[in-house]
């Protein structure tokens, strides 16, 4: 090699930058910085859908369609303040929000509890599945929502009829995961563990169960808002005091504000619930490999 392209070399190389290498807690902060920026986005870009969303609403309310059939948002805004602050026809607001939580929750807890108990134990047994397929078929079929006023015959206005409702719709929405859940436990795994002599207890709760419980945790978001639908129609259908009936009550009343003014707090009940469910299923499902990317927040 010539002198003169040894020097042509060394130049360039003295010329280069020189890069500095990130080290792996700088790179830890890019990531977390690039995450929160991210999420400030989405988080942004939602408030500003809702911001022309209501516009918009407020602002055709108050030009062109009659808001006493459509009410808007100014109007809602003005039924929660006086809901929260002075009351509702049948009491405080907190008394009517304690009664709908208190049925949905308690009718969620059994019909969750059932339907994971008879959906596992008819799951591993295929003979009994055979035999009730029918029977089970034929509930499911039934409108349950209809069985609200059949329950308020048989228990009256009080919580056990809500309850009943509440019980109704949650335990299908339970029971159809935890049966297919336990259905598709892996046979092979089974086998092992019988052969190193597991009981059928044993390999009920160390094997069926802990496979069981990602279809069981995915149905409980859908079956808390079962909850409430149930507790809202049963109180809709004769009650004292809930949500249902301060929603029943507007509508009676041709008042518009006050039925989005339930559905709203009905709505944020829901979405408390469905954040509380998202933190027991993170920390009951630390074991499942991360599956980012997969659509869980659509």
């Given at each position: 090699?010539?002198?003169?392209?040894?020097?042509?070399?060394?130049?360039?190389?003295?010329?280069?930058p020189?890069?500095?290498?990130?080290?792996e807690?700088?790179?830890?902060a890019?990531?977390?910085?690039?995450?929160?920026?991210?999420k400030a986005?989405?988080?942004?870009?939602?408030a500003?859908?809702?911001a022309?969303?209501?516009?918009?609403w407020?602002?055709?309310?108050?030009?062109?369609?009659?808001?006493?059939?459509?009410?808007?948002?100014?109007?809602?805004w003005?039924?929660?303040?006086e809901?929260?602050?002075?009351?509702t026809q049948?009491?405080?607001?907190?008394?009517?929000?304690?009664?709908?939580?208190?049925?949905?929750?308690?009718?969620?807890?059994?019909?969750t509890?059932?339907?994971?108990?008879?959906?596992?134990?008819?799951?591993?047994?295929?003979?009994?599945?055979?035999?009730l397929?029918?029977?089970?078929?034929?509930l499911?079929?039934?409108?349950?929502?209809?069985l609200?006023?059949?329950?308020?015959?048989?228990?009256?206005?009080?919580?056990?009829?809500k309850?009943?409702?509440?019980?109704?719709?949650?335990?299908f929405?339970?029971?159809?995961?935890?049966?297919?859940?336990?259905?598709e436990v892996?046979g092979?795994?089974?086998?092992?563990?019988?052969?190193?002599?597991?009981?059928?207890?044993q390999?009920?709760?160390?094997?069926?169960?802990?496979?069981?419980?990602?279809?069981?945790?995915?149905?409980?978001?859908?079956?808390?808002?079962?909850?409430?639908?149930?507790?809202?129609v049963?109180?809709y259908?004769?009650?004292?005091?809930g949500?249902?009936?301060?929603?029943?009550?507007?509508?009676?009343?041709?008042?518009?504000?006050g039925?989005?003014?339930?559905?709203i707090?009905i709505?944020?009940?829901?979405?408390?619930a469905?954040?509380?469910?998202?933190?027991?299923?993170?920390?009951?499902?630390?074991?499942?490999?991360?599956?980012?990317?997969?659509?869980?927040?659509?």
């Amino acid at each position: 090699m010539s002198l003169d392209v040894k020097d042509t070399m060394t130049e360039i190389a003295e010329a280069a930058p020189e890069y500095e290498v990130e080290t792996e807690e700088q790179i830890l902060a890019r990531v977390r910085n690039n995450a929160r920026r991210a999420k400030a986005r989405t988080w942004g870009l939602r408030a500003l859908l809702v911001a022309l969303w209501l516009g918009s609403w407020e602002l055709t309310a108050s030009l062109w369609i009659d808001p006493f059939f459509y009410s808007k948002p100014s109007l809602i805004w003005d039924r929660l303040v006086e809901w929260f602050t002075e009351g509702t026809q049948f009491g405080s607001i907190w008394l009517q929000l304690y009664t709908t939580v208190q049925e949905a929750v308690l009718g969620f807890v059994i019909g969750t509890v059932a339907g994971v108990v008879l959906g596992v134990l008819l799951g591993r047994s295929r003979y009994w599945a055979d035999v009730l397929a029918p029977f089970i078929k034929a509930l499911n079929a039934v409108p349950r929502i209809v069985l609200a006023s059949l329950f308020i015959i048989w228990f009256g206005l009080g919580l056990s009829s809500k309850v009943a409702t509440v019980v109704v719709l949650v335990f299908f929405a339970v029971f159809f995961n935890a049966f297919t859940g336990a259905r598709e436990v892996d046979g092979n795994v089974i086998n092992n563990a019988r052969i190193l002599g597991a009981s059928r207890r044993q390999v009920l709760t160390a094997i069926v169960l802990p496979s069981a419980t990602t279809w069981i945790l995915s149905s409980l978001h859908t079956a808390f808002g079962f909850a409430l639908i149930g507790a809202v129609v049963g109180e809709y259908a004769g009650a004292s005091k809930g949500l249902g009936l301060l929603i029943s009550n507007a509508q009676g009343t041709f008042d518009a504000a006050g039925i989005y003014a339930g559905m709203i707090i009905i709505t944020v009940v829901a979405l408390v619930a469905e954040w509380v469910i998202g933190l027991a299923e993170n920390r009951l499902l630390k074991w499942r490999p991360s599956q980012a990317g997969s659509g869980h927040g659509v």
